[in-house]
């Protein structure tokens, strides 16, 4: 057996994974359309959205963000790995960024079913101190919600101007990874339009399609220190 061909394909799998989740979360996130879903600045209307959600739909959004934290990390070092050899620094460090940032989503696919128990077992003061309360660690304040917010948007970022220097994909899904960050993090907050952080997901699952494939075809320079079992 071949386990670097299982390695690849776990990479391409991933990165081709993690866009889609990640716009399936913003999409179905109860309060449609906020780009700070679940806002902490008004956490009662926040609470209600998840109260009045349709069950089917939220079901699925549960699922779906659950399934992120596992998949979203490696999506990031799928990017890095396949351009590990040719611009190293770049690699290293936009991996760096993209894990803080993606690993920062246990936490918040943790936080969503306290939002979604706390909107049907308890009243509204009562949630609502709950949630307000949580926001008062500074561990959420600072680590996750800092390392979320600069964490994935710097890692695309700089990976994709690694993507870009290393000319192991086309040109056009490099600068996609590049203009999805803006698109997802200042120009959607400034419009305070969540539809925007899904088009920048989707532009990253664009960009994906070549990334995946230059995995799968090994154009990836550390494959070669890969053992090779047949």
Known sequence: MNYSKIYLALLAVCALLAPILLSLWFSLCPQYGNPQCPTSANTLAALEAFKDANPELMNIFLTVNTIVPYVYPVSYL??????????????????????????????????QFVYYDAAHLLNGSDATLLLDSIYLHWQIYYIVAAGWVLGHLFGYVILGIALLRARVIPRWASWLIIISAPLMGPIAYGFNNGWLQVAGYVLVFIASVPVALALLRRQVASVEYLPSQK
């Not at 799928?78 to 760096?96: D, S």
Request: no cysteine.
């Open 78 to 111: 799928a990017l890095g790995i396949l351009v590990m050899k040719r611009t190293p620094l770049l690699a290293v460090i936009g991996m760096i960024f993209g894990w803080f940032g993606s690993i920062a989503w246990g936490v918040i696919s943790a936080a």
